[in-house]
């Protein structure tokens, strides 16, 4: 096994250059100088978000070494505080879980008029109507982690890291076969300590390991294998979506086991993206996935 620690990185990377090099060839890059001047890259914090919105009940997930998922129920402002009081005494205190696909714009408007300009250029038009509706928030201590796996409806994914530093190791589509899958969507195999005895295929993968910055934007293609750490105490949020190729590839899916709950998801993208349907139209059954990945 090659474990390769680098990634390509491009600077204020055109929305052009980065469908045909990237989104069109299956390439995963890092970009860099597109969201630094964002008044939230300045001003979102743990305590900024505390006081902010300190009742609002959320939930967050503790993931266990078999990849079961158990939900937890807090307010922001307890949520903020167990982290803080684990970045004080990590001896002492245990990881908090990991709040993890929160919509958060949904749940605090006034966050969105803190991500702008944002880079519509980089998504398909029939995105662009309300499109902090399809994201997603990432908020947790240092030492968070996601086992590996990819996104369930075999999306594009864009994350905007906006504070502290994530570890990614990722692994394109073409090596899920030697990560062991366990489901649908995730995988045996530790990238970051691997059991060679046990799973022995995992020596033909080739995993790429890089750190991902504040200010940092990364794209992954559909299917991308991706375990990540938080670094640092971290705030994120990231947009999976559709192109009209894509889309009609998740639908093809279903022969390899894809879940009729994400087939349905798909189908409803792809009668927006190939049959231009609206989005107006589309989301009011569309907006239920955002549970449902949570």
């Not at 938080?230 to 705030?235: R, V």
């Amino acid at each position: 096994m090659i474990v390769v620690n680098e990634i390509e990185r491009r600077y204020k990377l055109i929305s052009q250059e980065f469908k045909s090099n990237y989104v069109d060839c299956g390439k995963p890059v890092i970009i860099s100088g597109a969201i630094k001047k964002w008044h939230g890259f300045d001003t979102w914090s743990l305590e900024y978000f505390k006081n902010l919105s300190p009742n609002l009940n959320i939930y967050a997930k503790k993931f266990s070494q078999t990849q079961e998922i158990k939900l937890c129920s807090l307010t922001m402002e307890k949520y903020v505080e167990l982290i803080q009081a684990y970045e004080q005494n990590k001896q002492i205190n245990d990881l908090p879980p990991y709040c993890h696909d929160l919509p958060l714009f949904s749940l605090i408007p006034a966050l969105i008029e803190d991500a702008q300009p944002f880079p519509l250029d980089y998504l398909p038009k029939w995105y662009w109507y309300k499109w902090w509706r399809y994201c997603q928030f990432f908020i947790g201590a240092s030492d968070s982690l996601t086992p590996l796996h990819f996104d369930c409806l075999l999306t594009n994914n864009i994350f905007f890291q906006i504070s502290g530093r994530k570890q990614f190791t990722i692994l394109l589509s073409e090596d899920a076969k030697y990560c062991y899958r366990q489901g649908w969507r995730w995988f045996l195999v530790n990238p970051e300590l691997p059991d060679f005895h046990k799973y022995p295929d995992y020596k033909n993968a080739r995993p790429i390991k890089f750190i991902v910055n504040p200010g940092d934007i990364l794209y992954m293609p559909p299917g991308t294998l991706h375990h990540v750490r938080s670094l640092d105490p971290s705030i994120s949020f990231n947009i999976d979506w559709h192109t009209p190729k894509s889309s009609l590839n998740a639908l093809a899916a279903i022969a390899k086991g894809m879940p009729v709950q994400n087939l349905y998801y798909n189908f409803l993208l792809t009668m927006g993206l190939v049959l231009k349907i609206s989005p107006q139209i589309i989301f009011k059954f569309y907006k239920s996935y955002l549970n449902y990945v949570s």
